[in-house]
C-alpha cells in the first residue's frame, strides 16, 4: 500500500521497527537509494532541513502546510515551465514546491 505522507528515513525506520526489531537505518537508507535508482521513489526536499521520500513518481507538486507540517500532492503539468533561456542545459530534475495554509488549519483557524 502505498502512504501518501511523504516519510522521512527516521519515519520509515521507526514504523518498520515494531515489525522488524533488528533493523538497521543504513538498510533503510540502501532500499531508498535502489528504490531512487530503479525510479520507484523520489526525494522530496521542500525544506532545505529535511528529506522526504515520495512513492508516487510521475511528474506533479508538493504543497506543505506551515501551520500543521502537511505535505500534499497536486497535479500540474511541469513540462509547461520550460523556457527557451534552458535550451542548452540538461535537466535532471523538475519540482514545484508551493508553502502555505491546508484547508484543515484555515478551517480551525
Given at each position: 500500500m502505498i502512504k501518501k505522507n511523504h516519510p522521512t528515513v527516521d519515519r520509515i525506520y521507526?514504523?518498520?521497527l515494531k515489525e522488524?526489531?533488528?533493523?538497521?537505518k543504513a538498510t533503510v537508507y540502501n532500499t531508498l537509494d535502489l528504490l531512487k535508482k530503479e525510479n520507484l521513489a523520489r526525494v522530496v526536499?521542500?525544506?532545505?532541513?529535511?528529506?522526504?521520500?515520495?512513492?508516487?513518481v510521475s511528474?506533479?507538486?508538493h504543497?506543505?502546510?506551515?501551520?500543521c507540517d502537511s505535505i500534499f500532492d497536486f497535479e500540474i503539468?511541469?513540462?509547461s515551465f520550460l523556457t527557451d533561456s534552458l535550451k542548452?542545459?540538461?535537466?535532471?530534475e523538475k519540482n514545484v514546491y508551493f508553502h502555505g495554509t491546508c484547508?484543515?488549519?484555515?478551517k480551525e483557524d
Open positions: 521507526n514504523d518498520l522488524i526489531p533488528i533493523l538497521s526536499t521542500i525544506e532545505d532541513n529535511e528529506t522526504r521520500y515520495d512513492a508516487k511528474s506533479h507538486g504543497f506543505k502546510c506551515e501551520s503539468d511541469i513540462d542548452h542545459f540538461k535537466i535532471n484547508p484543515r488549519c484555515l
